[in-house]
């Protein structure tokens, strides 16, 4: 059952400051695009985000965007942020982290990679397949659709309080 839990828990991805990941001892994010950067489908990152990606950038905390989405949708977005990506990435499957990771040039090693997402099914299992830190967001607006209702529902059913309690939220 632990591969569904995420290592941390963290309200916004701008939450995320580079003094906090520094003293994590992460030195690279594996990012997510819907519902974590940006509304599900939005082509413009949420607000805050362009300014928190630079300063991470900034800091020397290396970035590569992963997404399940097609290169139709993740490359204009990635590109207007600066950040490499990796689309089609396949999550849950570590394909496609394993793609980031090769990109950076890294190694994997929990503790030094995380892989930041919004769900359950796809960016915590995809990273704790792969053995790196995961930190899962809180999503930034409920999805309509049926399929994401469902996924929804199933991660309410895995994160109960008693769990969530257990799991270090950053600030």
Same mark, same amino acid.
């Given at each position: ?51 928190? &990606? ?5 800091? %020397? @905390?290396?970035?590569?965007? /992963?997404?399940?989405?097609? !290169?139709? #949708? ?49 960016? &915590? ?5 792969? %053995? @790196?830190?995961?930190?899962? /967001?809180?999503?930034?607006? !409920?999805? #309509? ?27």
């Amino acid at each position: 059952m632990a591969i569904f839990y995420p290592d941390f828990l963290v309200s916004k991805v701008i939450a995320l400051t580079p003094q906090a990941l520094h003293t994590m001892g992460i030195s690279a994010l594996l990012l997510d695009v819907d519902n974590t950067l940006t509304t599900h489908n939005n082509p413009h990152p949420y607000e805050g985000v362009t300014r928190w &990606i630079g300063s991470l950038q900034q800091a %020397g @905390i290396a970035l590569v965007i /992963v997404s399940n989405n097609s !290169p139709q #949708r993740v490359a204009p977005f990635a590109q207007a942020l600066g950040v490499p990506y990796v689309a089609n990435g396949a999550k849950p499957l570590p394909k496609g982290y394993r793609q980031a990771v090769e990109l950076l040039g890294m190694t994997l090693a929990k503790g030094q990679v995380a892989a930041v997402g919004d769900q359950i099914f796809t960016d &915590i299992i995809g990273g704790n397949l792969l %053995g @790196i830190t995961t930190i899962m /967001v809180t999503e930034i607006t !409920p999805e #309509r659709g049926r399929f994401f209702r469902l996924k929804r529902w199933l991660e309410r059913r895995i994160m109960t309080p008693k769990r969530m309690g257990r799991i270090p939220h950053i600030q």
